[in-house]
């Protein structure tokens, strides 16, 4: 609130104070005054029932922090389809993420990973300011029971701009083929954009979510969905209204984005949107490519949801193994890129090593051809006993590379692997992120060999 004063006061505006009563004595200790007399125009005396928390609550004593809510207590979902979005997107959580939840569908995340046993692995905000917690949902939005942290919401929102969200999952009205996003405008009623530019443009990842179409009647069975009655609202149009979000910018600044339905997920590839998964019990064409306003391109590699998502019970998140080895080295062959997502893994022994640069050697190999690399390294360890034949498989790796380039998110663990790097006599750079490595490749020529880095 000082901010946003502040600003009114010095742009000629006024600053209107409501509070419940007034006092004839000055009883606040300076340190408690959140803005200051000399900002204030007028003061309004209203009645407590004109100061509810939030829209729907008179108050709850949980979004304060004076008490703490069993996050046991919280209540499952019922399982519809905005469940399973919101599980769909609670699988792409990475430990230790710091994470955004936008109004509307996204809001179901935080109660399925309360009801999955994994809210300690990421911390979730929200721009009113709450930091860590259970965000809350409907007319409460805005507000977080358990928070680790309330800021006020400027400050929330430098931390965003520059660049502080691992991940964000947003609500999403309209998408089209080249991956714009419009949640502003529709038709003549303007909605306007609130915080979702802040959020979407500076997220490293970007997670839209939403009913594949507005006013359809589904039904879960067997694991998988049934289409009762099609709806008339199409959300995969040829132009969206307006563009609250570039597909365009978003490849250029190197972010990950992905479109969660309960029908299907697409992701924003360099030729626009791409149908990576489809629901069980559905027909593509029937069902989803002809219930879209354009046609995106299928991967070769399409596969089916999680059954598990449209089951009753709890999925078992917290008990999933980390991604297998065989699903680590995804291939561009229209970039010449290979990823090598060693994201949460720990190599302990020498034979974890072994068994990693035999995978990575047979991968460069069904190639055929030097290739740009680009190395994930977010919470990934080597402990000394796989040390040395990791480094080893590093250096064998060098042959079959036109260029190296590393990240990771921690700054800590960038200072320690570089660290570990140089005593094995290797060149390395590790970025900051995955844009900074991406750009590092897009911004030199490819037909030529570079130095490591």
Known sequence: ALSMAQAAKNSGGLVIVQVERTTTQHVLSPREVKIPGLLVDAVVVSPPEEHQQTFAETYNPTYTGETRAATTALRPLPLDPRKVIARRAAMFLRPNAIVNLGIGVPEGIASVAGEEGILDQITLTVEAGGIGG???????????????AIIDQPYQFDFYDGGGLHQAFLGMAQADAPGNVNVSRFGTRIAGPGGFINISQSAREVYFLGLFRAGATMAMADGGIRIVEEGPGCKFLDHVDQITFSGEQARERGQTVYFITERCVLRLTDSGLELIEIAPGLDLDEHVLNMMGFRPRVAEDLTTMDPALFRPEPMGLADRPPLPLGERFPYDPEQNILYCN????????????????????????????????????????VLPPAAGRFFAMVEHNERYSLSRTRYS????????????????????????????????????????PRPSS
């Open 342 to 381: 060693f994201e949460g893994l720990t190599l302990s022994t020498e034979e974890d090593a072994a068994e990693l640069a035999t995978r990575l050697d047979a991968r460069f190999r069904s190639i055929g051809q030097r290739v740009h690399v680009i190395v994930n390294y977010d919470n990934f360890d």
């Open 134 to 148: 259970i965000p809350a949902g409907g007319l409460s939005f805005g507000a977080t029971t358990n928070a680790q």
């Open 409 to 448: 998110t921690n700054a800590f663990f960038r200072r320690r692997l570089g660290a570990q790097f140089t005593a094995a006599s290797l060149d390395h750079r590790l970025y900051g992120s995955f844009a900074e490595a991406r750009a590092d490749i897009t911004t030199t020529d490819k037909t030529l």
